[in-house]
């Protein structure tokens, strides 16, 4: 399968939100409509430094999706990668759509004069941490989440 990579347009926003709620049903979050709405807008606000990509098979059908952002590192003094979300449609796995998502994401990275680009996963996410062994480098850090009610 040959796979490309783009930015979203108008006319994507259903095959998006579609594979941002498989997204959310794998991390069994919920993912409501205003999410959603509020996601989109980002995506498209010129003024947010935040960005989505989106694979493609030969059809040119959105099979994957990539959001990514800029994020102050202050021990760098600079700014670097974020990889905020990465799915691809189960029946789409395999054709080496996370291969030219993380490629774009390179590109983009190298414009953008970021030295590093970052991500979390599930611990449990075997088949994800294969393919980010062979793309990257596991780092020494532990996550932790403060939650902040009302």
Known sequence: MTVTVSQPTDADRAHWADLYRGYARFYELP????????VWGWI???????????ARDESRTPIGLMHFRAMPSPLRGRLVGFLDDLFVAPEARGSGAVDAL?????????????????????????????????????????TYQLDIEG
Not at 44 to 54: E, G, K, N, S, V
Not at 102 to 115: E, I, M, V
């Open 31 to 38: 993912m409501a409509d205003d999410t959603l709405d509020t």
């Open 44 to 54: 498209h606000d010129p003024d947010m430094a935040f960005w989505c990509r989106l």
């Open 102 to 142: 993380f490629s774009d994401l390179t590109t983009h990275a190298r414009h953008q004069g970021w030295k590093v680009v970052r991500w979390i996963t599930a611990d449990d996410n075997y088949r994800a941490r294969t393919v980010y062994d062979k793309l990257s480098r596991k780092t020494q850090w532990n």
